[in-house]
């Protein structure tokens, strides 16, 4: 998901120090989100009020799994479903702290005894959103924030790591604008025991840490020359995190009843593009077996001279230069925050650190990750029919929000006369705004995306027109995830406004699609019809209190697109 203006905030001391995890009988014991522990949490999604997780409660004994890295204690905790096993805070790459902070992720080392997984890892170090009253707990990860942040929470149906089963297995890639939110902010314990399905979330690199490009600023170009060898800054962390996520998943699920061989790769808005780009790289191809791309695709990523004017201005603003590299290993957590939010500030109403097509993990431009074949696997994918009213409402300066901002956007990609096709499709009323909004950063680029996978393989495409009527936003960016993931006050707030009971038949059927696609390749065809997407129909569902299948829902404005998609900078 997105989130909007921030201020430089870090849980780690003032030079950054992490906290290393150790093994239980050495750890001092959890005590709450400071310590890693289990008290109540704040979601990070947007546009809602503050939503701490409400998923399966603790109820039974301590489980342990016994991964090759090392054993793990986890909880054992109900659900309406039934038990599910929870193990939290995994650790799954060595900590990116110290000489390694920029450097790829590499295995974490094997650990003796059994290791305390009660709790939810800490999020990566991120700025904090600032927001008048309680949209100030919406848009943001609360808990602890450190460099030390490669874990995953893994969610099992109770005793699947006892009983020599293998389940498939859903990653989930957690959104936020490529700088911000966390695993820890979805509890997959529902989803497991309901679905018979591993759950895997996964914590990455953001913002500064993940998603700038200091090669070009500080990396040797010659021998002998001034710099840093260039593997102490590659390209595009965060996704090579998400990379080694997989790989831990290859390696180690297993041990928690997941099978290897069955594995999603799904996220929403930041983790949806994450999803999209990564099928197009050959690090990732064979890692996972199907996708399910919630609200992004490819154009979230921008180009290689948008990242290496991000990296300049960025080591600009801590004094770091070819001559003298060092800087970036001696600053605090707290400066590199406050490095991004100075150059934020100068590009207001765009995204900042995100991935960029560096030609290496990633194709070298979108016109080429457009070429590149995609995995022959089958794809989930579609968007909200109201994203951008988040944008203009809560989330400011994230993304582009007036006509003028998003026709300049078109003008930077395309020729005069497509720019003025495409506006000409959109009526200069709130409508339109809202509609070209959408359509430019997450609709099109979904279709486009669907539709070059539709030619080669499994394609199902879906629009959510369903929005709470409280909060007057529609079917606003991230809505889709309270019918898929457990959120007290939400679901309190549902069921007040839900008196018939419609908004839980779509959360039982949005659910029941998602794990049958997680577990057969395909959405459920006993919750009602959903015909495959290609070219000739596009075929959508449409989910609201009622379904229905739309034939080529955004059809006039598709074709005035004709195919293009367009980085925002």
Not at 131 to 159: F, I, Q, Y
Not at 233 to 260: I, K, T
Not at 295 to 322: K, M, P
Not at 429 to 454: Q, Y
């Amino acid at each position: 998901m997105i989130t909007g203006p921030s201020s430089a905030r870090s849980d780690e001391s003032p030079e950054g120090a992490p906290d290393h995890p150790r093994p239980a009988e050495a750890a001092p014991e959890a005590t709450g989100p400071e310590q890693g522990g289990t008290a109540p949490r704040r979601s990070g999604l947007p546009g809602l009020p503050g939503l701490p997780l409400a998923g399966g409660r603790r109820g039974g004994p301590d489980v342990v799994a016994h991964p090759p890295t090392g054993s793990v204690r986890g909880v054992r905790r109900s659900t309406p479903h039934g038990e599910a096993d929870s193990w939290r805070g995994v650790p799954y790459a060595r900590p990116p702290v110290g000489e390694h902070r920029f450097a790829a992720a590499v295995p974490h080392e094997p650990w003796t005894g059994v290791r305390e997984a009660t709790g939810p890892g800490p999020a990566c170090a991120q700025v904090v959103p600032v927001l008048p009253g309680p949209l100030g707990l919406v848009l943001g990860t609360s808990g602890r924030r450190t460099e030390d942040c490669l874990t995953v929470d893994v969610h099992a149906p109770a005793g699947a790591a006892e009983d020599g089963r293998r389940r498939p297995v859903l990653v989930w890639v957690h959104g936020g604008a490529f700088g911000s939110g966390s695993s820890g902010e979805y509890d997959g314990s529902v989803l497991a025991a309901r679905g018979d399905v591993v759950v895997v979330c996964v914590n990455y690199r953001l913002g500064a840490f993940g998603f700038v490009d200091l090669a070009d600023v500080v990396a040797r170009t010659r021998p002998g020359g001034g710099g840093v060898d260039p593997e102490r800054v590659p390209s595009n962390l965060g996704l090579r995190d998400q990379v080694l996520a997989l790989e831990w998943v290859r390696d180690q699920v297993e041990a928690f009843g997941g099978d290897p061989a069955r594995v999603t790769l799904a996220g929403e808005s930041a983790g949806s593009a994450s999803v999209a780009l990564l099928m197009t790289s050959s690090a990732a191809r064979g890692l996972f077996s199907g996708a399910i791309c919630q609200s992004g695709a490819l154009s979230i990523a921008t180009d290689r001279e948008d990242a290496t004017r991000l990296g300049r201005e960025l080591c600009a603003q801590l004094g770091v230069s070819r001559e003298e590299p060092e800087g970036l290993w001696r600053a605090s957590t707290r400066d590199l925050l406050q490095a991004v939010s100075a150059v934020s500030a100068t590009r207001p109403q765009g995204l900042v650190t995100r991935p960029w097509f560096d030609d290496d993990l990633l194709p070298g431009s979108l016109s080429a990750a457009h070429a590149t074949s995609t995995p022959p696997i089958p794809l989930l994918a579609g968007s909200n029919r109201d994203e951008h009213t988040l944008f203009r409402t809560f989330a400011r300066d994230v993304l582009p929000e007036t006509r003028a901002r998003l026709a300049q956007a078109l003008d930077d990609a395309a020729e005069p006369d497509e720019v003025d096709r495409i506006l000409a499709a959109y009526p200069r009323d709130e409508r339109g705004l809202t509609d070209l909004g959408s359509h430019l950063v997450f609709t099109m680029p979904s279709i486009h995306h669907s539709e070059a996978h539709s030619r080669r393989s499994p394609t199902w495409r879906y629009r959510v027109d369903w929005g709470p009527s409280a909060f007057g936003l529609g079917a606003t960016h991230g809505v889709e995830l309270y019918l898929l993931w457990p959120y007290a006050p939400m679901r309190r707030v549902l069921q007040r406004l839900d008196r018939d009971g419609r908004v839980a038949d779509l959360t039982d059927r949005v659910q029941r699609h998602w794990l049958h696609f997680v577990t057969h390749g395909r959405p459920d065809p006993a919750v009602g019809p959903w015909p495959r997407y290609d070219a000739d129909r596009r075929a959508t569902l449409v989910l609201d209190v009622e379904d229905r299948v739309v034939d080529d829902p955004e059809g006039a404005q598709r074709e005035a697109w004709g195919g293009r998609d367009v980085l925002v900078h």
